[in-house]
């Protein structure tokens, strides 16, 4: 009787993970197809020793499951039970949010109904599964029946078989990725479109959480619902973690307990579960607390839309306690020079290891990957360890892949911990030609952009560091800030080039007043003056020319510190396009230095 090598895809990746406008939409996707994949791991790990994972009771398991079957097993049956298994745990999760009353009376379930039961009609049709195998004579055939069953695989993904669409016309479809129609109840006949959502059930708009005009198909409601009790730090609140750190630093502790027990039995203000978020202690809240500007959505998600177009809900009676606790917070803040607001940028990590695929392909038994898996696995639960050592939220580690959310003080630390880790733990596979590393992208970007813009400015950040190099090298930190407006700023280079120290570095002077705002501006005018020079003549100039810039612009009566800045001119700038690159570090350097004052770790003189 022959082995055989099996592996499987469960998906959709698209609408598990990337349809998402809240925090938890994103977290939840992730975990949704992390559990479903464990239990297709659970299943066909009975039928023979699994290889990818290296375990299915791993924190985090990918959405790819390769195992090698005892000999005698069939792999067309165990490929059918392991679908059986990823539809039911999907169904686990789904069943019990249709069965909640709140729930149901938004949603769209009824036969009899105009369009039917519609939420029915999706669920059946969400789980995405594909199977491939082929014979393991010996152990020794490990590597060519892998590629084969790759090969076997690619091929039958790209085969999709769908059902045929049920059309509904004149349903809106979901706003997170415009795939399936909603299962959200709309306006009766006559009703205003604008208010009609008044009327649902007060905790169906808690657990839902949907704005004015937000459809849900059924991934987005069971995102929402399913396990409601599990909360998940919105990106407001990461954006905010260097303030409130400022704050407790100073001795306002007692301040953010105050606006903590003002919200204590609001519904209307999710609580973090401190055992899950130990990191977020001292203000377990979600950060529209702290903005001003975002507590209209608390009213329109609660108590449903203004009456009229343009209008915001009048503050209701319980917002004057939460009101009076946050000016408390506020004051103290300024007259501790800290800001009276959270800055609101916070830097979204997404970093991919180098060279894995290739040091796969070279694995001669199902061993060596077996042994190679579990090394990503304690990657993956050091990486959860590293990201809340650093104050953010890990979405997900699947072996060489990680999501996190940072606050921008943090986030340079964040990413040369996980660079060091990865390539400490996998030192081992390193050959002549071939060393695994890690590439980090870092988008720097406004709380309030949509999360799948920010998600999308990460995975550019993240391509950029993985562009090799002249000398066909990545093992790069790409950082990007995009602020509300205008081009974004990106810079990149070699974890060996030392970006991450060097932004610090300059944030640190922007801190001690050694570099005027303004300096990064007037560097870039300058650049444009000294394109097309020869380079021969060009360096020292050009260099003088950019220290006289900067000590200009430098705030007059302070210490300075100038021959230390001089150096660095000296190093880094031989033309325009060197210049160029140094003001867009200063302009990296400067929000870096607003989340580093707030947090109290350096003041304004």
């Not at 669409?165 to 349903?171: N, R, S, T």
Request: aromatic share 8%; proline share 6%; hydrophobic share 40%.
């Amino acid at each position: 009787m022959t082995a055989h090598l099996l592996q499987l895809v469960i998906g959709p990746v698209q609408e598990f993970i990337a349809a998402a406008r809240r925090t938890r939409d994103l977290w939840f996707g992730s975990y949704l197809l992390s559990e479903i994949s464990k239990a297709v791991a659970v299943a066909v790990s009975q039928h023979g020793e699994l290889i990818f994972p290296a375990s299915p009771n791993a924190p985090n398991v990918a959405n790819v499951v390769l195992v090698e079957l005892s000999p005698g097993e069939d792999p067309a049956a165990i490929a059918s039970a392991a679908k059986n298994a990823a539809q039911k745990k999907w169904r686990a999760f789904a069943d019990p949010v249709i069965r909640d009353q709140d729930i149901a009376a938004v949603v769209r379930n009824e036969p009899s109904s105009e369009h039917g039961d519609i939420w029915t009609e999706q669920v059946d049709d969400v789980v995405e599964f594909y199977a491939a195998w082929v014979p393991l004579p010996t152990p020794a055939d490990y590597k060519s029946a892998r590629d084969r069953v790759m090969r076997l695989l690619n091929g039958r993904k790209l085969c999709r078989h769908f059902k045929p669409a049920v059309p509904h016309p004149g349903l809106p479809k979901s706003s997170l990725d415009g795939m399936r129609d909603t299962v959200l109840r709309g306006p009766a006949k006559g009703e205003d479109p604008l208010t009609y959502r008044n009327s649902w059930p007060k905790a169906a708009h808690r657990k839902l959480r949907v704005r004015t005009g937000e459809q849900l198909d059924v991934v987005g409601v069971v995102k929402r619902a399913a396990e409601e009790t599990k909360s998940y730090p919105s990106v407001s609140r990461v954006a905010a973690d260097p303030w409130i750190r400022g704050i407790v630093r100073a001795g306002g502790r007692s301040t953010l307990d105050r606006l903590t027990e003002a919200c204590q039995n609001l519904d209307v203000v999710h609580r973090l579960d401190t055992s899950v978020f130990p990191q977020y202690r001292a203000f377990p809240l979600e950060g529209t607390t702290l903005f001003r500007s975002r507590h209209h959505e608390w009213f329109e998600e609660t108590e449903g839309a203004p009456n009229r177009r343009n209008e915001r809900r009048e503050p209701p009676a319980w917002y004057g306690d939460v009101d009076a606790a946050l000016r408390e917070v506020e004051q103290f803040a300024a007259a501790k020079r800290l800001g009276a607001e959270p800055y609101p940028y916070l830097a979204v990590i997404l970093a991919d290891g180098d060279q894995v695929g290739k040091t796969l392909s070279k694995l001669d038994s199902a061993q060596q990957h077996r042994d190679f898996s579990k090394t990503l696995a304690r990657f993956a639960e050091r990486a959860k360890k590293t990201v809340q050592d650093h104050s953010g939220v890990l979405v997900y580690s699947g072996g060489d892949d990680v999501l996190a959310f940072v606050p921008v003080d943090r986030c340079l630390d964040c990413a040369r911990k996980l660079h060091d880790e990865f390539g400490h733990l996998l030192a081992a596979y390193a050959t002549a030609d071939t060393k695994l590393t890690l590439s980090v992208g870092v988008a720097i970007g406004h709380f309030m952009e949509n999360l799948e813009d920010l998600r999308e400015y990460a995975q550019t950040a993240e391509k950029h560091a993985k562009t090799p190099d002249t000398s066909g090298v990545k093992d790069a930190l790409a950082v990007h800030l995009h602020k509300r407006g205008g081009a974004p700023v990106k810079v990149r280079k070699q974890w060996t080039e030392n970006l991450d120290k060097r932004l610090e570095q300059y944030a640190g002077w922007f801190c001690d007043r050694e570099v005027s705002n303004r300096t990064p501006y007037e560097l870039h005018r300058l650049a444009v003056l000294y394109d097309g020079w020869e380079p021969a003549s060009l360096p020292q100039a050009i260099q003088r020319d950019a220290v006289r810039v900067i000590e200009r612009k430098r705030p007059a009566g302070e210490t300075s510190r100038m021959g230390e800045i001089r150096t660095a001119v000296e190093d880094r700038v031989v033309n325009a396009d060197g210049l160029r690159e140094l003001a867009d570090e200063f302009l990296i350097a400067r929000q870096l230095e607003v989340a580093l004052r707030q947090s109290g770790g350096r003041q304004n003189p």
